[in-house]
């Protein structure tokens, strides 16, 4: 029993990765920037990285196996905000919008 409480009290890394993503997500559509998000690059990505300071102590805490996975939302995140039609083209979720 004490075995299973302690199974069950231990964070996976989707959970650490989940809660990571969404706290960046969250920053970045919380900025008031995003409501009408800039045209320019850098400064979709000074918001990216103002998000990824505030989100930085829930990736410090994370156990060090779970790296590759935040480096992973990192990448895709940035991604979108540098390239965001061309981004999601990729994913497949505008794949039959065309392109401006």
Do not use: W
Request: overall charge negative; hydrophobic content about 45%; aromatic content about 4%.
């Amino acid at each position: 029993m004490i075995l299973a409480l302690l199974l069950f009290a231990q964070v996976t890394p989707s959970d650490a990765v989940a809660g990571y993503a969404d706290c960046l997500s969250s920053r970045i559509n919380a900025d008031p920037a995003m409501i009408d998000p800039p045209a320019e690059v850098a400064a979709r990505l000074a918001i990216y990285d103002a998000a990824l300071k505030l989100c930085a102590p829930k990736r410090k805490s994370a156990r060090p196996e779970d790296a590759a996975m935040f480096d992973k939302v990192d990448a895709s995140t940035r991604k979108v905000l540098e390239d965001p039609v061309s981004a999601e083209q990729v994913d497949g979720d505008l794949a039959d919008v065309p392109r401006p």
